[in-house]
């Protein structure tokens, strides 16, 4: 299988070359499939044979066309992807800076800690007077209750006595 270029500088086959003629020549946008197997010879140029040099720009312009249509895909792509990146990026900065300001406002567990040791220590204070008070309160009612049994108590005898001596002939 061999391609030849004939005198008028068009593409040729022979033997069993012409499909692939016939699929460049489409490909090609000549839509031609008609090619005569044989020799160059016997074949004649028609009218929708494509010189080498047509063949060659055709193909250029199909391939500039398709590098074109690839990087104004990719620059979209590359846009998109920036765009996508800034926006995470955003929110990760929006995150960060809540975190500075936790950081920032809240109080740290040592410090709190502390606090809080310190508010315990004074509720057992606290706690310990009301239990003295309550201690002492309980012993002065005790007390009073003691001072006014006795007084009860001699108040009963002294009356006792009292009457008793009222009743004595002789008093």
Do not use: H
């Not at 069993?16 to 839509?31: D, E, K, Q, R």
């Not at 193909?59 to 926006?87: C, G, H, I, N, Y």
């Not at 005898?157 to 008793?164: A, K, N, P």
């Amino acid at each position: 299988m061999t391609n030849r270029t004939s005198s008028t500088g068009a593409i040729g086959a022979s033997g069993g070359s012409a499909p692939v003629i016939a699929l460049l020549c489409f490909l090609a946008g000549t839509g031609s499939s008609e090619y005569a197997i044989g020799t160059e010879s016997t074949r004649q140029p028609s009218s929708n044979d494509l010189t080498l040099r047509e063949y060659v720009d055709v193909r250029f312009d199909a391939q500039e066309k398709a590098v074109s249509a690839a990087l104004a895909a990719a620059k979209e792509a590359v846009t998109k992807a920036e765009s996508a990146s800034e926006k995470r990026f955003e929110s990760i900065n929006e995150f960060r800076g809540t975190l500075s300001d936790q950081a920032r406002t809240l109080m740290p567990r040592a410090e709190a800690e502390a606090q809080f040791k310190v508010l315990n220590e004074k509720l057992e204070a606290i706690n310990a007077r009301l239990s003295a008070r309550e201690n002492q309160s309980q012993g002065l009612a005790a007390g009073w209750g003691y001072v006014v049994g006795f007084v009860g108590v001699a108040t009963a005898i002294g009356m006792v006595l009292l009457q008793t001596l009222k009743r004595r002939p002789g008093a």
